[in-house]
């Protein structure tokens, strides 16, 4: 008990501390019990404590948050490259759906971890495969491209009268090579682009009579001779299937008809498989 009443008196044993102004005002002293100094440095430890964990939660909190909206955008984004595939699959199943390589090239339009999930694993694959899908589309447009650019079917409707390759010559007699075909129609029938290009020669060209030559690329050129009348001019871009000239007899010709010919990397070639689309 002796020892107790001692550490109460020890407790409440006023301390003084004295301020001294730096002006001419008086000094004032403060007595406090040492219970109270104990006290004060309690409450200052705490209170310090309690601001340092307050900053440290704060620092956690941005940093947790940021990780989430790292974490959203990774899934929007993967979200959206998804979608993308989930798009093309959709539209390659549609256009392979089609039953054939004309067809399909006709329809394609162009109007690019561990854990409990590998972000960066997930990523790569999925761009893998992004890049396959690029791969594919570029494919099928350089597909589309030649296939745009492949004469197919005929200039004009009509008949056959002299077919590619050696015949009798209809004007002087004799044996001689047809480099194309001679489609009989009536004067002044539409004469047809038979693929897309542009016009390198529209005029008068001597026994070919009034002329339309058309450059397509990957090497194919087609002509389209004894026209009536050309209506493209050198230059123009035409489309498969749009009118450059009237059927007529100009130049060396017997009658009304449409002489037609293709020409591979230079050399003029059979225009019958591509006539009848076995191209």
Do not use: C
């Amino acid at each position: 008990m002796t020892r107790v009443k001692r550490f109460v008196r020890k407790l409440f044993t006023p301390i003084t501390i004295m301020l001294i102004p730096h002006s001419k005002s008086e000094p004032f002293s403060l007595k406090i019990p040492s219970i109270g100094i104990v006290l004060s440095v309690a409450l200052w430890l705490t209170g310090s404590f309690y601001v340092l964990s307050v900053a440290v939660d704060t620092f956690e909190y941005r940093k947790m948050k940021e990780k989430v909206n790292y974490y959203s955008g990774q899934f929007l984004e993967l979200n959206a490259t998804m979608n993308a595939l989930r798009k093309a699959e959709s539209e390659f199943r549609q256009l392979f759906s089609l039953g054939s390589k004309e067809k399909v090239l006709e329809n394609v339009h162009y109007s690019g971890d561990s854990g409990s999930i590998d972000m960066e694993a997930l990523k790569g694959q999925i761009k893998s495969t992004m890049e396959r899908v690029k791969d594919i589309r570029e494919y099928l447009k350089e597909q589309k491209d030649v296939y745009l650019a492949t004469p197919k079917g005929w200039p004009v409707p009509g008949s056959v009268t002299s077919a590619y390759g050696v015949r009798e010559n209809p004007l002087h007699g004799g044996r001689d090579f047809h480099s194309g075909v001679d489609i009989s129609v009536s004067q002044g029938t539409p004469v047809r682009a038979t693929a897309d290009g542009v016009v390198s020669f529209s005029g008068w060209s001597g026994g070919s009579g009034n002329l339309v030559v058309l450059e397509h690329g990957f090497g194919y050129s087609t002509f389209y001779a004894h026209n009536k009348d050309t209506v493209v001019s050198v230059g123009r871009r035409v489309k498969r299937g749009e009118i450059i000239a009237h059927s007529g007899t100009t130049g060396s010709s017997t009658g009304p008809h449409s002489h037609y010919e293709i020409w591979k990397e230079g050399r003029h070639i059979n225009p019958a498989p591509f006539m009848e689309g076995r191209s």
